[in-house]
């Protein structure tokens, strides 16, 4: 074989090794766009993971639950509350709750009746017995204490996907649990907070801990969940949540014992013409 077929295959030979070249780094290329394409932003990653959230709490029809509020202020001096708590789901529309206090003597027979909504503010009543009344809680004024706690009216609400924007800040292990961060905006205007940021867990998308910052974009309050038992094969509960005021050094335990579900509690036994009446 003379010199001149030598550099001829040679050329060849290389022209073949540069079209390989050409094609892989093209097809990498490619894979790289689509990867792109498909990924989501944090925005769609954050409204993802509440969702499935939300999902996995649908289908428990009613609930009751005694709860047992503990206060304690400052200086770390304690009082409590005696609640009956009754929940209705409305898939779809929001869920409405039934809240009466029975102890201590002065705050016996305050009912509390919330309907969230999807997208528009909550409608939420309370009836006093010292005035007789009922007192409709104003959407403008859904961040001021619920009976002296360090909860909001706002706090009560079942939680809406429609009501927040979203953004997945990363993952963070939380009470020993692998956890989503998630940062929350809410969408209405006379909310009490600029953002919250929820620690959500993994593996059965509970909630671990919220952060609440106020309107100055301030950490205001934590809320932590503990002690989470399943219902009905499914449906999971904190037997206790603690909401800490970094603002005001207050603190308020909410103690949750004797859960039933499909109890066959019905629409019309959440009516504010009756608040007067519930025990």
């Known amino acids: 074989m003379n010199s001149t077929k030598i550099t001829s295959l040679s050329t060849r030979m290389e022209i073949s090794k540069t079209k390989r070249i050409t094609k892989t780094l093209a097809t990498t290329a490619l894979l790289l766009i689509a990867n792109v394409s498909i990924a989501l932003t944090t925005q769609e990653q954050g409204l993802a993971i509440s969702k499935e959230h939300k999902q996995r709490d649908v289908g428990w029809t009613d609930s009751t639950a005694d709860m047992l509020m503990l206060l304690k202020n400052e200086q770390g001096q304690q009082s409590t509350r005696d609640v009956k708590i009754r929940s209705l789901e409305q898939q779809g529309k929001g869920d409405k709750s039934l809240s009466i206090f029975n102890k201590p003597r002065d705050v016996r027979g305050t009912a509390f009746l919330s309907f969230s909504h999807p997208v528009e503010p909550d409608d939420q009543w309370m009836y006093l017995p010292v005035l007789k009344r009922v007192k409709r809680i104003s959407s403008k004024n859904k961040s001021g204490p619920f009976m002296g706690s360090e909860f909001s009216f706002e706090d009560l609400g079942s939680f809406e996907i429609a ?78 949540m603690k909401m800490i005021n970094h603002q005001s050094g207050k603190s308020t335990v909410l103690q949750w014992n004797n859960y039933a579900f499909r109890t066959g509690l019905k629409d019309s036994d959440f009516n504010r013409n009756s608040l007067k009446r519930a025990r």
Not at 163 to 181: A, E, P, Q
């Open 163 to 240: 009501k927040y924007t979203y953004n997945y800040l990363g993952d963070d292990n939380i009470h020993g649990v692998d956890s989503f961060m998630v940062e929350q905006f809410p969408v209405d205007e006379n909310s009490g907070y600029t953002r919250r940021i929820v620690w959500i867990d993994k593996q059965e998308y509970l909630t671990q801990k919220i952060d609440f910052y106020d309107r100055k974009n301030s950490l205001l309050k934590t809320l932590s969940y503990r002690d989470y038992q399943q219902y009905l094969d499914r449906f999971w509960r904190a037997n206790s």
